[in-house]
């Protein structure tokens, strides 16, 4: 599949191109902003609406809020299945462009900047003092408007009742912008270049032209968009936590900045997520952890937006049906906004806190606190002749060396590229990347072991190159030698310096700030520890668990360095110990 035509694809799934007849009950409107910047604004009614007050239902995109044939004129339909479902049960909805996208004036001086968010207390208060609306409002959406749905609970508008974000992001430097401080270019690159194409409105790439919002089209406010940044080339000029992404600062850009904003609201949160979609799990339970806003959680073991299953012990190269299904994942977004919204009892208070997929079992788990009762966590060591121990190692001087093999990879089906709209395939069979990585392993483990939230990984490592980066994955090898991807975590060397965050209390935290940056000094030895990413799975008695070490994934990560072949020295020994810490429940 060529680059343009794998966009045009993303065009139609992140712009809802789903077979639905476009609604004809919808008005259009530009609604002044901060600043007086005019944002375009799309109202849908009920098929059968009589003029009655009802709830407004929000979703702010920078994926165009609507389409037209770039010929005629005509709107091209532009609703999905979940808006549909709204629709049909008495919400009107209400889609945004955000300032500087579709047919919206001004220009993005970042994604999700401080202005965009206040931005949305403009549109939220114009909406409620219409003769449509019965003065309550909520906001849903996956992926980019998964967070803006988030971010509208930072505004405090009072009318703003509940909101539903979608494998949202939490904390952008880490997940999607810059994972493990590295630049993933395999997904930044074609997300880049897609947007550009929408905010210029790219008639010839996309084939499809902007929804204008009255007879004349918007060629003024696409003009203001020629402003934009370039997101890949602002990317790379940001490095770290602290630089600027356009014209804010990573930190200033994201739920993480607005916390005390967002909780002071007290607006109920549905959060969806997927245990394998880039680092929304991260985020989510970092959120109900420490956001105090009521909130419920459904952890999926799904791509990115639930469209497909991603278990590794299900999935292999065909895509599988989603669990919850689509159906049941519309009732239960439905539920939650009738509940507090509509005022009608849906049985959410009775709802747990949250509900997760445990790997593994195949089956969803429950808890009204996180991380679960009874969590403890344990060591396995890393030991001769690859092996992964509880005991300590005896050895005065073991020590492994691992020749960096650039060709190591996820593939492209991985918890990074669905970020753009891919499934996730081919993690079930890991033993090919495997040879091609410095393993270690248990013996089979003797009685089922459960592992449920944030394991650490910590190595004793030193290197012939100032420069490098580092991923480590935690595999299920069962009884047959056939290993499985559970979850992955990895640094780019120059931040291995530890730093003190009250969200990270028995987790390694890196502040990937520039002064906190530095070169590995060549052959020296440096405890590098850091945490992979969450999950929670049964290892069955019989199964082993592994840990594989690489230096690079070529089809997503960006090589470090750019020249040179370094060679790691994992050290595991009396004095110099590495080790993997798995919190496990009892």
Same mark, same amino acid.
């Given at each position: 599949m060529t680059a343009k035509r794998f966009l045009l694809i993303l065009f139609l799934l992140l712009t809802y191109q789903f077979g639905f007849p476009q609604a004809d009950n919808f008005k259009s409107?530009?609604?002044?902003?901060?600043? $007086?910047?005019?944002?375009?604004? +799309?109202? @849908?009614?009920?098929?059968?609406?009589?003029?009655? !007050?009802? *709830? #407004?239902?929000?979703?702010?995109?920078? @994926?165009?809020?609507? /389409?037209? =044939? *770039? !010929?005629? $004129?005509? *709107? %091209?339909?532009?609703?999905? /299945?979940?808006?549909?479902?709204?629709? =049909?049960? =008495?919400? %009107?909805?209400? !889609?945004? +462009? #955000?300032?500087?996208?579709?047919?919206?004036?001004? #220009?993005?001086?970042?994604e999700y900047s401080p202005t965009e968010v206040k931005d949305a207390w403009y549109i939220v208060d114009w909406v409620v003092n219409q003769s449509w609306s019965d003065g309550k409002v909520g906001a849903y959406g996956t992926s980019y408007s998964g967070t803006t749905a988030e971010l509208l609970c930072a505004t405090e508008h009072p009318a703003i009742k509940a909101v539903i974000p979608g494998w949202s992001d939490f904390d952008v430097y880490e997940s999607p912008t810059r994972p493990y401080g590295m630049i993933a270019t395999s997904f930044i690159a074609t997300w880049s270049q897609f947007v550009d194409w929408l905010d210029q409105n790219s008639v010839e790439n996309l084939r499809a032209s902007v929804r204008r919002v009255s007879e004349d089209f918007p060629t003024d406010a696409i003009k203001e968009h020629k402003n934009n940044p370039i997101v890949l080339e602002t990317v790379a000029k940001a490095p770290y936590k602290d630089s600027k992404f356009g014209g804010f600062k990573f930190e200033e850009i994201d739920p993480l900045h607005w916390k005390k904003e967002i909780s002071e609201s007290n607006v109920p949160m549905l959060v969806l997520t997927s245990w394998l979609d880039a680092g929304t799990a991260e985020g989510t339970l970092l959120r109900l952890q420490h956001f105090t806003n009521p909130q419920k959680v459904v952890l999926m073991p799904t791509s990115h937006g639930g469209r497909s299953h991603a278990s590794p012990f299900l999935v292999s190269d065909s895509i599988v049906a989603p669990v919850p299904s689509v159906t049941e994942q519309l009732r239960l977004q439905l539920d939650f906004f009738d509940h507090y919204i509509k005022g009608n009892d849906k049985g959410v208070d009775d709802w747990p806190t949250i509900k997760y997929y445990n790997f593994g079992e195949e089956s969803f788990k429950q808890s009204d606190i996180w991380p679960p009762k009874g969590q403890e966590r344990i060591k396995y060591y890393l030991d001769a002749n690859g092996e992964l121990k509880a005991s300590t190692p005896n050895e005065p001087q073991g020590m492994d060396e691992y020749i960096v093999d650039f060709s190591v990879s996820t593939g492209t089906n991985n918890r990074w590229t669905t970020q753009m709209g891919k499934p996730i395939l081919n993690l079930d069979n890991r033993n090919a990347s495997d040879s091609l990585m410095l393993t270690y392993t248990t013996a089979p483990l003797a009685e089922p072991l459960q592992i449920t939230g944030t394991s650490v990984i910590s190595l004793s490592l030193s290197s012939t190159h100032e420069e490098g980066g580092i991923f480590v994955y935690l595999e299920d090898v069962d009884p047959t030698g056939k290993s499985r991807y559970i979850?992955? $975590? $990895?640094?780019?060397?120059?931040?291995? /310096?530890?730093? /003190?965050? =009250?969200?990270?209390?028995? %987790? *390694?935290?890196?502040?990937f700030r520039k002064s906190d940056a530095s070169p590995m000094p060549i052959n020296k030895i440096e405890e590098v520890s850091f945490k992979l990413h969450p999950t929670s799975i049964l290892i069955k008695k019989g199964h082993a668990i592994r840990i594989a070490i690489s230096g690079a994934d070529k089809d997503t990560f960006d090589i470090v360095p750019t020249e040179g072949t370094p060679t790691l020295n994992i050290y595991r020994n009396k004095t110099n110990k590495s080790f993997l810490e798995l919190p496990i429940i009892k």
């Open positions: 409107y530009y609604i002044p902003a901060v600043n $007086g910047t005019k944002l375009a604004m +799309d109202v @849908y009614f009920p098929e059968d609406y009589n003029h009655q !007050k009802l *709830p #407004v239902l929000f979703e702010f995109t920078r @994926y165009w809020r609507g /389409k037209e =044939d *770039p !010929k005629t $004129g005509k *709107p %091209i339909a532009s609703l999905n /299945k979940l808006d549909k479902y709204f629709l =049909d049960h =008495d919400y %009107i909805l209400a !889609k945004v +462009d #955000v300032r500087g996208t579709g047919a919206s004036y001004g #220009v993005r001086t970042a979850t992955e $975590g $990895g640094l780019l060397l120059e931040h291995r /310096k530890l730093s /003190k965050n =009250d969200m990270f209390k028995e %987790i *390694p935290y890196h502040s």
